[in-house]
């Protein structure tokens, strides 16, 4: 089990861009599925980005592909969400998690590690 931390929410306007990052406390260098997913109120948690360390493979829900990137600093134990051109639809709580297995748009359920999450809210 690993420990993760996000840090890097906050309020922007539309347009703007902001860098989520998750510090795992362990090592999650290869075999593990790392992702964000967001939750707004009322509605379902959703995967945003996922990224299978074995191989590099990513995955971006449609709404963000082309704006955000998911990445990872192996020498930190840090996951990174560069998020650009904002929307105020993309305003949620967002959290990392991560599963030791590979994955591919995965559901909630699949991920056994989660962090606190952090706020995101972007304005019009």
């Known amino acids: 089990q690993v420990q993760l931390e996000e840090t890097g929410g906050g309020s922007v306007q539309a347009g703007g861009s902001l860098r989520l990052a998750c510090a795992a406390s362990?090592?999650?260098?290869?075999?593990?599925?790392l992702a964000w997913f967001r939750q707004a109120p009322g509605k379902e948690r959703e995967a945003v980005a996922s990224?299978?360390?074995?191989?590099?493979?990513?995955y971006y829900h449609d709404s963000v592909k082309g704006r955000f990137t998911i990445s990872q600093d192996d020498a930190k134990n840090t996951l990174y969400l560069q998020m650009t051109s904002l929307k105020p639809e993309d305003t949620a709580m967002y959290y990392c998690?991560?599963?030791?297995?590979?994955?591919?748009?995965?559901?909630?359920?699949?991920?056994?590690?989660w962090g606190q999450g952090t706020q995101v809210t972007v304005s019009s």
């Open positions: 998690a991560a599963e030791y297995d590979y994955c591919y748009n995965p559901p909630p359920s699949h991920m056994r590690d």
């Open positions: 362990g090592n999650i260098l290869r075999g593990w599925c």
């Open positions: 990224l299978a360390t074995g191989d590099g493979t990513t």
